[in-house]
């Protein structure tokens, strides 16, 4: 069975820095793309990030240049390294992989951003 666990949120001004982590298990972690969401009340669900099986990665432009994913397939784990928090960050924070056709998800970890 899939099974993704986000950990790492909390609360922390603007300004400030949170590293998110999501542990991957029963998949082949090494070829598969990861994925980072956010959901914040009320509002859509977007992408803020993505890392493929070989490393490249994208960015929404809101994240550009203050988050970065990174992947540590020994540790079958993917990190969301977010800096220059804004309140506008504040959401819950979800990653995702597609394996075998189907998407899962993690349970979500709650960042908020203080102004």
């Known amino acids: 069975q899939v099974q993704l666990v986000e950990s790492g949120g909390g609360l922390v001004q603007a300004g400030g820095s949170l590293r998110l982590s999501c542990a991957a298990s029963g998949i082949i972690f090494n070829i598969v793309a990861m994925d980072w969401y956010r959901q914040a009340p009320g509002k859509q669900r977007e992408l803020v990030a993505t890392?493929?099986?070989?490393?490249?990665?994208n960015y929404a432009d809101s994240v550009k240049g203050r988050f970065t994913i990174s992947r540590d397939n020994a540790k079958n784990t993917v990190y969301l390294q977010m800096n220059n928090l804004k309140p506008e960050d504040t959401a819950v924070y979800y990653c995702?992989?597609?394996?075998?056709?189907?998407?899962?998800w993690g349970q979500g970890t709650q960042v908020t951003v203080s102004s």
């Open positions: 890392i493929t099986s070989r490393g490249s990665t």
């Open positions: 995702r992989t597609t394996w075998w056709g189907r998407d899962y």
